[in-house]
């Protein structure tokens, strides 16, 4: 099993439309988890921190499941310029970071 | 966030040749820096982590002697990929933290793209 599996899709989705990502990890430890974004040929940048609570930021909710061992990622009224790859971070101590092979999504007009 | 910078954004090489990449934090101390390697449509891979004045820690099946990596100041690492050979063609990004990162946050430099011919 890997580290860390997400579905790499491409979700298709129309403009306005609700989406959601999950990623499952199997180290138990694992201590921190992300969502990162990364555009075509770009570098992965910071979406959001996902913590034991649930976080919200705008459009974008992520959520923590310990005991199932996944994190989610809710994006509500999709806009074309969310367009991209969505990674999975899990880190598992202060030096183990493992990513997901990402999730693409495509907004369609 | 922070800012890291990478040099060069792109190199063409011939097969045998060495190559240099450099990663710069450029407006925080980064006390450890990754190297990772990105193969089109395939997950970002770790290949080492280094810490400012000590030897860098490979993970499994990166030869260290091929991928030299050196971290001699806060602000700077380099990524030396040593008689490089096509299958070595691909998106190398380093990323940051350091007392800027909170919460165990990487900021990603902007990726060098190798391309040996």
């Known amino acids: 099993r890997k580290e860390v599996e997400q579905d790499p899709g491409p979700f298709n989705v129309p403009e306005g439309a609700t989406v959601a990502f999950n990623c499952t990890y199997s180290n138990s430890a694992s201590q921190s988890f992300f969502w990162y974004r990364q555009d075509c040929r770009k570098e992965p940048k910071l979406l959001m921190s996902?913590?034991?609570s649930g976080n919200e930021d705008g459009r974008f909710t992520a959520q923590l499941n310990r005991a199932s061992q996944y994190i989610s990622l809710l994006i509500r009224d999709s806009k074309l310029s969310d367009s991209a790859t969505y990674l999975c971070v899990v880190n598992a101590g202060y030096q183990k970071v493992t990513f997901g092979i990402g999730t693409k999504l495509q907004v369609i007009p | 966030g922070a800012v890291v910078s990478q040099h060069p954004s792109w190199v063409i090489c011939k097969s045998g040749t060495s190559v240099k990449i450099e990663c710069r934090s450029l407006?925080?101390?980064?006390?450890?820096m990754f190297w990772y390697r990105q193969f089109p449509k395939q997950s970002l891979m770790l290949m080492a982590t280094?810490?400012?004045?000590?030897?860098?820690?490979?993970e499994q099946g990166v030869e260290k002697d091929k991928f030299l990596i050196n971290h001699a100041s806060l602000t700077l690492s380099t990524l030396t990929v040593t008689s490089a050979h096509p299958e070595d063609s691909s998106f190398y990004i380093c990323?940051?933290?350091?007392?800027?990162?909170?919460?165990?946050?990487?900021?990603f430099g902007p990726g060098t793209r190798l391309t040996v011919l």
């Open positions: 990323s940051a933290r350091g007392l800027a990162g909170e919460r165990n946050e990487q900021f």
């Open positions: 996902v913590y034991s």
């Open positions: 280094s810490n400012e004045g000590s030897k860098a820690t490979y």
């Open positions: 407006d925080f101390q980064a006390t450890t």
